[in-house]
């Protein structure tokens, strides 16, 4: 009997240094993420003008080697202690001045990140925007929100655009619990945008293939600049610039491993999330196929997702969804022509002020 209870206390007493090295592991991970943020904390000036700062977070290294992203912002407007955090789409990069401008001046910090290979943080040894899991971006989001805590943002809301808005959805539908105060979307990418046999046979099939062989190469760059990227080009059909290397106007080829990764993201988002904090959906109030030769309609509509099937699922992702749609509003619906551009400002502004009634 002595001995059964020696032995219960033994047993006990592990359990209790184990409960107290598990604390104390997480305690020093936690320390070494504040340390590795810190050890890059001087931010530059940033090539896109304008006011704009950058640092580089170097990441934990991953398959292809070393991963950084980079953390863009304003500088921090006094005695504010909120901010937004926007995070870009795919074949894309935080170039908006417009939309940090803004964000500004309606009252908000604001702070955008170029996740790991993605513009500023592209390195040379990387394939620009291959992943195997979207959850490889989280650790990303994880540094732009802390740093936005560490310099006394207090309340934060996540945007995110296309791939960006699938990515922040996840994110934001772990178990984690109050990580942000509200999540605005702008066209997430939460479906794929072809037809039937393409989204029920041959893309589970290429998703499928993914798993194990994730660099086979299942879509090259294009030949011909794409319709998008002439309704956004200034040199074209649109009002923008912005560097080419980086929101590439050919695209760039998509491999296997990265459309199991989208896939297997929308398939969570298709079962349902269950986000906690408020949300902002939106989208065009309409789509439209890219054509071959250029089309005026193509200023006027998303041409790269279905904008119907991002309202569809988007009001799935949580309890407290905002669904709105933007009248002749683009792809990315803040590169829109200027009245629906004013007009997704005017929503995503209206829609944080009632956050604070």
Request: aromatic residues 12%; contains cysteine; positive net charge.
């Amino acid at each position: 009997m002595t001995a059964k209870i020696i032995v219960i206390f033994a047993s006990l007493n592990d359990f209790k240094m184990k409960h107290h090295l598990s604390k104390i592991f997480k305690f020093i991970v936690l320390i070494s993420v504040f340390f590795s943020i810190n050890a890059n904390a001087q931010y530059q000036n940033d090539a896109m003008g304008n006011g704009y700062v950058s640092r580089t977070v170097d990441q934990p290294a991953d398959y292809d080697g070393k991963v950084v992203c980079t953390v863009i912002k304003k500088p921090t407007l006094d005695n504010v202690k909120k901010a937004i955090i926007y995070v870009h789409g795919y074949n894309d990069y935080f170039f908006q001045s417009a939309l940090g401008d803004s964000v500004n001046a309606h009252g908000f910090n604001f702070y955008a990140v170029d996740l790991r290979k993605y513009g500023r943080s592209i390195l040379p040894h990387q394939d620009p925007f291959f992943c195997k899991k979207m959850d490889e971006y989280f650790a990303d989001i994880d540094s732009a929100i802390a740093i936005a805590r560490q310099e006394g943002n207090e309340k934060i809301y996540l945007m995110g655009h296309s791939t960006g808005g699938l990515t922040t959805s996840l994110y934001t539908g772990q178990a984690k619990v109050g990580c942000v105060d509200g999540l605005i979307l702008n066209s997430p990418f939460f479906d794929w945008n072809f037809g039937p046999m393409m989204e029920g046979i041959v893309i589970p099939l290429v998703s499928f293939i993914g798993m194990p062989f994730k660099r086979i190469k299942v879509q090259s760059a294009s030949k011909e600049i794409d319709g998008y990227a002439q309704s956004l080009l200034k040199e074209y059909h649109g009002e923008w610039d912005y560097n080419t290397d980086y929101k590439k106007p050919k695209g760039h080829p998509k491999r296997a491993g990265w459309v199991h990764a989208i896939n297997r993201g929308q398939i969570k988002v298709h079962r349902r999330l269950d986000i906690k904090c408020p949300i902002l959906l939106m989208s065009s109030d309409k789509s439209a196929k890219e054509t071959v030769e250029w089309n005026e309609r193509e200023r006027y509509a998303d041409i790269v997702l279905d904008a119907k099937e991002i309202q569809k699922y988007g009001k799935r992702i949580g309890k407290n969804v905002t669904s709105v749609t933007i009248k002749d509003g683009k792809h990315d619906l803040l590169l829109s022509e200027k009245e629906a551009r004013d007009n997704a400002y005017k929503t995503i502004f209206q829609w944080l002020d009632n956050q604070g009634k």
